[in-house]
């Protein structure tokens, strides 16, 4: 027998053994499905029912990559998430033809003046480089891998001039001083990989002038990794600070202060996306996480929806107070706004006692979570344009704005949000998810499976290994490196010099009907509002 016809047989027994395989399993699928009692489409129509299952499966991809025009995906759009991984890739921001924006839509816009800045008008840190990498595009065909080259690259940090620096807790005796008006919002180690936490760390460190949050799961190695100055935050569950017995422990407390990079301390009250304390799943709790947190290894974290130390104004700002004496350092807190009335209280015993918090971050509801529950995403909390207005007005009306700093976060990833709520009253603002799509992150919306398929929010070391922190931590320095230019170049259109001078003059409002309103009038009327 001919070597040709021995193949040919091999081939058809292969084929023919192949789809007895196929027909055997496609009946037991269907005398399985009949039979069993969890889903009602299956018993009926076991075919068509498992053909459903698979599109259902692939749903969110099919429409995330196919079906979803480029401004309505959620939470992010198709062109959110390209302008933050193009800045942070090929560390540009521009585009062509127009704009994709619907301009029929109400919003708000920055008020353009009509002589802007020239570029040696502007006033800024014209000394201070970065030094980086970044893609070259050089063909991007339609069936073969793209072609780019990765090159050096020395810019400007477009960190502030000196004279604007922000100043953090002035009459501590060891204020923090940042240059940058952006910096890293509140994300825990456990809730991200250390590979994720470190590419973070070491790129912030290199854009230099801006600050880390660690989030409420303490301390870890991986924040300090690459030099970048610290917030450490405290949750009601008091992680990395805490005792045996759940209580503060003040000795670690006093440790983790001297550490250098630890600028300032944040007491967590609330994020936008849950008003309640954090969880993270018993898988994610290693013995190194449980050893940071100084929790027990394998067993699932939940730290209490408030501080059992505190339960009104006074304690907290006591507490506060504590702190501050204690380390040295400038003590913050983290709210939601929920009405006009939610800081009242507050700025009121601010301004009888002198006492309170050196900053204030304020947390819109649209922000992110790595796990939370839909009815506190949705609708608890306000969204970060009316939450920021109130805070501010709030703290004007009692005289003691000048005593505290705003931080605002909740989806400020590009310049011209950022500019709106420099406006609106923040004097920094914090940014999360733009920064874990630098490193990765492709909207799977497995935060909370330990599960990210890119490395990004997960302990899984394999998983992990996705994430190579030598090319990521180039990505988070272009990103923003890139938003500070933006930010001062939308500034320059605004006649402005500088973003940190942004007032609500500089911004308007359009309604559907085409009716223009200044942020001026808006705000006064919520000004009325809150009384």
């Known amino acids: 027998m001919k070597i040709a016809d021995i193949l040919v047989t091999i081939e058809f027994v292969f084929i023919a053994c192949l789809l007895l395989v196929l027909v055997l399993f496609i009946i037991y699928l269907l005398i399985f499905d009949r039979q069993q009692k969890k889903h009602s489409i299956l018993r009926n129509y076991p075919a068509l029912g498992r053909i459903r299952y698979f599109f259902e499966k692939i749903g969110p991809e099919m429409r995330q990559y196919w079906f979803n025009s480029d401004t309505e995906g959620k939470p992010f759009s198709r062109d959110d998430y390209e302008h933050i991984v193009k800045s942070a890739k090929y560390k540009r921001d521009v585009v062509g033809f127009g704009s994709r924006r619907d301009f029929e839509e109400e919003g708000f816009f920055v008020r353009n003046d009509m002589f802007p800045k020239l570029n040696e008008e502007i006033k800024m840190d014209q000394e201070t480089m970065v030094n980086t990498k970044k893609y070259i595009l050089l063909k991007d065909p339609l069936f073969t891998d793209r072609k780019e080259k990765w090159e050096d690259d020395n810019a400007l940090a477009n960190l502030l001039h000196d004279d604007d620096a922000v100043v953090i ?91 250098p990079q630890v600028k300032a301390f944040e007491l967590k009250l609330a994020q936008g996306a849950k008003t309640r304390g954090g969880h993270i799943d018993a898988e994610k709790v290693n013995p190194e996480i449980a050893a940071i947190r100084k929790v027990e290894p394998y067993k699932s974290v939940d730290s209490p929806n408030r501080f059992k130390q505190l339960d009104d104004v006074t304690s907290m700002c006591n507490f506060i107070e504590k702190i501050r004496e204690h380390t040295g350092k400038p003590v913050g807190m983290k709210i939601v706004i929920g009405s006009p009335d939610s800081a009242e209280e507050l700025a009121k015993y601010m301004k009888e006692s002198g006492k309170g918090p050196d900053f204030i971050t304020v947390d819109g509801g649209e922000g992110g979570t790595g796990a939370s529950y839909q009815e506190l995403i949705d609708s608890v909390g306000l969204p970060i344009k009316s939450a920021l207005p109130i805070l501010d007005l709030t703290l004007k009306k009692y005289g003691v704005r000048d005593r505290v700093k705003i931080i605002a976060s909740g989806k400020l990833f590009t310049p011209d949000r950022i500019a709106i709520a420099l406006a609106m009253g923040a004097d920094l603002v914090n940014v999360a998810r733009g920064f874990m799509i630098t490193v990765g992150c492709i909207q799977t919306l497995k935060c909370h499976s330990n599960a990210c398929p890119v490395g990004v929010a997960t302990t899984d070391p394999d998983l992990q290994k996705a994430l190579v922190i030598d090319e990521k931590k180039y990505r988070v320095v272009n990103y923003l490196v890139t938003l500070r230019q933006g930010l001062f170049r939308i500034a320059a259109a605004a006649g402005l010099d500088s973003p940190v001078h942004f007032q609500p003059k500089h911004i308007c409002y359009k309604d559907e009907k085409g009716v223009v309103v200044s942020l001026e009038h808006i705000l006064k009327d919520m000004e009325q509002q809150i009384g």
């Not at 002038?209 to 970048?228: C, D, F, I, R």
């Not at 005792?243 to 006093?254: F, I, N, S």
């Open 169 to 259: 807790g002035p009459t501590t005796k060891y204020p923090f001083v940042v240059k940058s008006l952006i910096g890293m919002s509140a994300m825990s180690y456990g809730a991200l990989g250390k590979n994720a936490i470190t590419a973070l760390s070491k790129g912030l460190a290199m854009s230099k002038g801006t600050w880390m949050n660690t989030g409420e799961g303490g301390l870890s190695p991986y924040h300090l990794e690459g030099g970048v100055d610290i917030i450490m935050q405290i949750g009601p569950g008091l992680f990395g600070i805490r005792d045996k017995d759940g209580g503060v422990d003040w000795d670690e407390l006093k440790r983790k202060s001297e550490i």
